[in-house]
């Protein structure tokens, strides 16, 4: 008979021990998906609204890609142009929509550009860049 209780008692704690388990499991995922990784791109609103920014253009990781650094914010934009593109080192403004559909470029917000004009800023591979007064 104490046997049989022991046995029962044991049975108990291991069934609390992975429900205990579980909940901490599910808590930790949470939290996890919960957090925004380092470095992610700006979020960027879901619909077709115009996206502006101004920086330096810098060459993408991957071939062909141009990224822009936003003076204001430090925020990375995927920029996708179509005819002219801006030179890698150029300091721009640019006006467009948020991008529909994945890119090989893997870095920043995609943003379709509808217009980008060149501004008088000071751009440099190692600082952030500076608006000219």
């Not at 890119?103 to 217009?115: E, H, L, N, P, Y």
Request: proline fraction near 6%; charge should be positive.
């Amino acid at each position: 008979m104490i046997n049989g209780a022991i046995l029962c008692l044991t049975e108990v704690s291991v069934r609390i021990q992975t429900c205990v388990l579980s909940m901490l499991l599910a808590a930790a995922t949470a939290v996890a998906v919960a957090q925004k990784p380092v470095g992610a791109p700006p979020e960027v609103p879901k619909d077709d609204a115009e996206i502006s920014a101004s920086g330096c253009v810098e060459a993408g990781v991957e071939a062909s890609c141009l990224i822009l650094r936003s003076a204001k914010d430090d925020k990375i934009y995927n920029l996708l142009v179509k005819g002219e593109k801006p030179a890698a080192g150029a300091a721009i403004s640019f006006h467009g929509t948020r991008h529909d559909g994945p890119t090989i470029c893997m870095q920043g917000a995609a943003v379709d550009v509808s217009k980008w004009t060149p501004i008088k800023m000071r751009c440099s591979k190692t600082a952030t860049p500076k608006l000219k007064k």
